[in-house]
């Protein structure tokens, strides 16, 4: 069965920078697209970032962009969140998803929580 | 960027009953590039509804989406207990940036 595992989340002081990963499992990794998805504390959900099947293409939301890089590695299975500059409002559990094909997000991980606070 | 506006933030209902969650774009979603998801306390959201209006894999008929354009809609047509929880409308049409709605909360009376 489909299965999406992050890790690296954590404590980290403003300025400071992270590196979550997303095992996938499965499913053929290097068939489709991926994202991450943030929700703050008590809040709604955040679109961050996407990655196209191969790498070719990626996207951000205007509150990460030039801080944050998407990545991925096919032959690992995994993808990356690179964030860098971090703020308190980067605060909030962080969730890689596949999607079908199109955007829709079929399968989600149990997110990772990032804390940024001095 | 197109806004998504979810209503009403809450919504109370008993079991058994209908309920009729609305979402609104800021523009013209393309292609009904819309999904609807369900998050449950301490969980990760749910993937009802793609497409605008096809079930996805597992989800009970007792869910359907509808609409087009701008104005989209999740109906849950008698509710069970383990539906009450928060539902997110999202598009993802053409190309990123996508957007989720804020969210109703559907809880029980």
């Known amino acids: 069965q489909v299965q999406l595992v992050e890790s690296g989340g954590g404590v980290v002081q403003p300025g400071g920078s992270l590196r979550l990963s997303c095992a996938a499992s499965g499913f053929t990794f290097s068939s489709y697209g991926m994202h991450w998805v943030r929700q703050a504390p008590g809040k709604g959900l955040e679109w961050v970032a996407f990655?196209?099947?191969?790498?070719?293409?990626?996207y951000y939301a205007d509150s990460v962009k030039g801080r944050f890089t998407i990545s991925r590695d096919n032959s690992k299975n995994t993808l990356y969140l690179q964030m860098n500059s971090l703020r308190a409002e980067d605060t909030a559990v962080y969730y890689c998803?596949?999607?079908?094909?199109?955007?829709?997000?079929?399968?989600w991980g149990q997110g990772t929580l990032v804390t940024v606070s001095s | 960027e197109i806004v998504l506006t979810q209503s009403p933030g809450t919504l109370s209902l008993s079991p058994g009953e209908r309920a009729t969650l609305s979402c609104r774009a800021s523009?013209?979603?393309?292609?009904?590039?819309l999904a609807w998801y369900q998050q449950k306390p301490g969980q990760a959201p749910r993937l009802l509804i793609y497409?605008?209006?096809s079930r996805a894999t597992g989800i009970p008929d007792r869910f359907s989406g509808s609409g087009s354009g701008t104005d989209f809609t999740l109906t849950i047509s008698r509710l069970e207990p383990e539906d009450f929880a928060v539902y997110y409308c999202q598009q993802y049409g053409s190309s990123p940036p996508y957007s989720f709605g804020q969210g109703t909360k559907l809880e029980i009376k």
């Open positions: 497409g605008a209006s």
């Open positions: 998803a596949k999607e079908m094909g199109f955007g829709e997000l079929n399968y």
């Open positions: 523009q013209s979603v393309s292609s009904s590039y």
């Open positions: 990655i196209r099947y191969d790498g070719s293409n990626k």
